[in-house]
């Protein structure tokens, strides 16, 4: 007897913590007998899955081994294929830097109809839990996501041609994975933002052991490596900045931190 061809469905784990999932994506999960996880999804979010459902990490972070984007695609395939209902658990969401536009593209070439839930980006998640807005119509008229670490052959993004679009339009930036290439994308931001234009970095955004400290544009890379913070982590610059809530994180001032 042949099996039914399954489903897939890709959900947005959110930044981490269960209470941000949609009740959609809680569905998804729940209803899986295969799920296929991301790295940076908390243990948390993957407990909500069926005990009798198979978990099957597919890894994926910058500067670390990863698991072939080619390897993930034919997994997804397979599983669908042999009556599965697959979900593919992504962190965030799965179309802002989760390549969730690319497996889309090979399920629909594979002939697979693919739902997508959409998740909480850990942008918005990490300015909101610190009580600042992206968007304030005294500071900024819209948001800029950009990441900052491109894909291997590509060319360097021009972060001094975006600090001037930030600047004449009021954009708040928003970087994804940029504290490696921290430097460098300090150095482009300088041409085009002033020193002291207000920054935050933030790592392990929702988790509880999240980690921010409030800087500026021109102490932003003395202040990531002074607190130790790495991977993963948001770094947010612009005039929004100045909402977060001073008694909940480190603040810089030019005579330091007080």
């Known amino acids: 007897m042949t099996r039914s061809l399954g489903s897939c469905t890709l959900v947005g784990a959110g930044p981490g913590d269960p209470e941000l999932l949609t009740l959609k994506a809680l569905k998804a999960i729940q209803a899986a007998t295969v799920l296929l996880v991301d790295d940076l999804v908390s243990a948390a979010i993957v407990a909500l899955a069926p005990a009798a459902a198979r978990v099957v990490p597919v890894g994926k972070r910058g500067g670390c081994r990863s698991t072939p984007q080619a390897f993930i695609h034919r997994l997804m395939v397979r599983a669908v294929r042999a009556g ?11 179309f802002i830097f989760g390549r969730g536009g690319e497996e889309v593209e090979h399920l629909r070439a594979a002939g697979i109809a ?24 005294e500071h900024a008229h819209g948001v800029l996501f950009v990441t900052g670490h491109n894909h291997p052959g590509e060319a360097a993004t021009d972060w001094r041609q975006l600090a001037a679009t930030a600047r004449d339009a009021r954009l708040t930036l928003v970087i994804y994975m940029g504290v490696a290439g921290c430097a460098d994308i300090q150095q482009g931001l300088l041409q085009g933002l002033p020193a002291h234009t207000p920054a935050v970095v933030i790592q392990h955004v929702s988790l509880p052991r999240q980690r921010h400290v409030r800087t500026t544009l021109g102490r932003l890379q003395g202040s990531i490596e002074r607190e130790g913070l790495g991977s993963p982590a948001v770094i947010v610059v612009g005039d929004v900045v100045r909402g977060v809530a001073a008694s909940n994180l480190w603040v810089e001032t030019a005579c330091g931190r007080c």
């Open 114 to 137: 693919v739902t997508v839930v959409n998740g909480i980006t850990a942008g918005l998640a990490g300015m909101t839990g610190l009580g600042a807005p992206l968007t304030h119509r």
């Open 84 to 94: 599965e209902h697959v979900v593919r658990l992504k962190g965030g969401d799965p």
